[in-house]
């Protein structure tokens, strides 16, 4: 097993040097915990290969590639919150987020070639700032179905991907 910073759900505190957090993990206050470098835990999840970024992400492509937001802006926290202690937590919250990660960087390489950047990207947009609406309104179900909707959509968007 690897280290947090292997982790899927390690983070850099920007501005720290050298100081990581985990997603996941949370103190009793609510609080991510600060990992060290040998850090690792039960929910450890490694990253995607090498050459994978960030970007390979389609949300993350929408919100920061594209329009040009933060890494972590207010969309993509509330997000990365909801796959961390929703998510995961949920029937198959895990084959979801796997599934994800594995067609995730094939919708971006699809949406980039497709000409239609800008259709794509407001529609993932759009579904994203309902979801963050939801799940402000603790309607957490309804914001895992509409995220699953969009996955669908784009991926027989996309077929073969």
């Not at 067609?103 to 979801?131: F, H, L, M, R």
Request: with cysteine.
């Amino acid at each position: 097993m690897g280290t947090c910073r292997d982790c899927v759900y390690g983070k850099k505190q920007e501005g720290i040097l050298g100081s990581w957090y985990c997603t996941f993990t949370t103190d009793r206050h609510g609080y991510f915990i600060n990992v060290s470098a040998s850090h690792s835990c039960d929910h450890f999840e490694e990253r995607p290969s090498v050459g994978k970024t960030n970007s390979d992400c389609f949300l993350t492509s929408a919100m920061v590639d594209y329009y040009g937001k933060a890494d972590d802006c207010e969309e993509l926290t509330v997000l990365r919150s909801f796959r961390d202690s929703y998510m995961r937590k949920s029937a198959d919250g895990d084959k979801l987020i796997k599934e994800y990660y594995e067609v995730a960087p094939k919708i971006v390489e699809c949406i980039n070639a497709s000409g239609k950047k800008e259709k794509y990207y407001q529609y993932i947009s759009e579904v994203v700032d309902k979801c963050v609406k939801l799940i402000a309104l603790q309607e957490n179900e309804r914001a895992l179905t509409e995220y699953k909707f969009m996955v669908e959509n784009l991926s027989k968007e996309f077929e073969p991907l």
